[in-house]
T-cell receptor
Framework: GAVVSQHPSWVICKSGTSVKIECRSLDFQATTMFWYRQFPKQSLMLMAT?????????EQGVEKDKFLINHASLTLSTLTVTSAHPEDSSFYIC??????????FGEGSWLTVV | KQEVTQIPAALSVPEGENLVLNCSFT??????LQWFRQDPGKGLTSLLL?????REQTSGRLNASLDKSSGRSTLYIAASQPGDSATYLCAVTGAGSYQLTFGKGTKLSVIP
């Protein structure tokens, strides 16, 4: 069945560095993918909508220059957290809808910035 | 703006009990509603999806209901087991969109 793979599952990086998270649709094409973030004891919040071949759409309050999204192919979207700081430590998860309108989620990525 | 609220925030029950988790949403113009399970340190597992035209969905010991007009959904878990311990998330999709709006979840602990 359709699967969305997210990598890495866990990442620790130093403050000031950048980290890239990948989201892949394994057996279907996804022209749109979504990136969510979840802080402890909070809801999953939509950060941005990733569109293949065009610019991502960011939700209010999400810095586009800090959270770079690239959707260069129909099966891959990447989220790069640039100049990461401890307050960026969070759970990041992507999702992708299939042509049949089923939405699949990746396994999520835990980012810790030290 | 859609808001999703889940009550209670946490629930602890002895093994074998039946239980109900509640979800409410402010905008009834939804496309569907989903219940997810999230285990500590893990991603999301989709449990049940109810289309806006449906009233309920069942899967094994789980039954989810939807009252779109009142903006409410419940997740019923029968004969709870320690393995059911997790955080349960409710999420709605707006009409014409694939974006999900999530509640904060209910953390369930089933005590052996």
């Amino acid at each position: 069945g359709a699967v969305v793979s997210q990598h890495p599952s866990w990442v620790i990086c130093k403050s000031g560095t950048s980290v890239k998270i990948e989201c892949r649709s394994l057996d279907f094409q996804a022209t749109t993918m979504f990136w969510y973030r979840q802080f402890p004891k909070q809801s999953l919040m939509l950060m941005a909508t990733s569109n293949e071949g065009s610019k991502a759409t960011y939700e209010q309050g999400v810095e586009k220059d800090k959270f770079l999204i690239n959707h260069a192919s129909l099966t891959l979207s990447t989220l790069t957290v640039t100049s990461a700081h401890p307050e960026d430590s969070s759970f990041y998860i992507c999702s992708a809808p299939t042509s049949g309108n089923t939405i699949y989620f990746g396994e999520g990525s835990w980012l810790t910035v030290v | 703006k859609q808001e999703v609220t889940q009550i209670p925030a946490a629930l602890s029950v002895p093994e074998g009990e039946n239980l109900v988790l509640n979800c409410s949403f402010t905008d009834s113009a939804i496309y569907n509603l989903q219940w997810f399970r999230q285990d500590p340190g893990k991603g999301l597992t989709s449990l049940l999806l109810i289309q806006s035209s449906q009233r309920e969905q069942t899967s094994g010991r789980l039954n989810a209901s939807l009252d779109k007009s009142s903006g409410r959904s419940t997740l019923y878990i029968a004969a709870s087991q320690p393995g059911d311990s997790a955080t349960y998330l409710c999420a709605v999709t707006g009409a014409g969109s694939y974006q999900l709006t999530f509640g904060k979840g209910t953390k369930l602990s089933v005590i052996p």
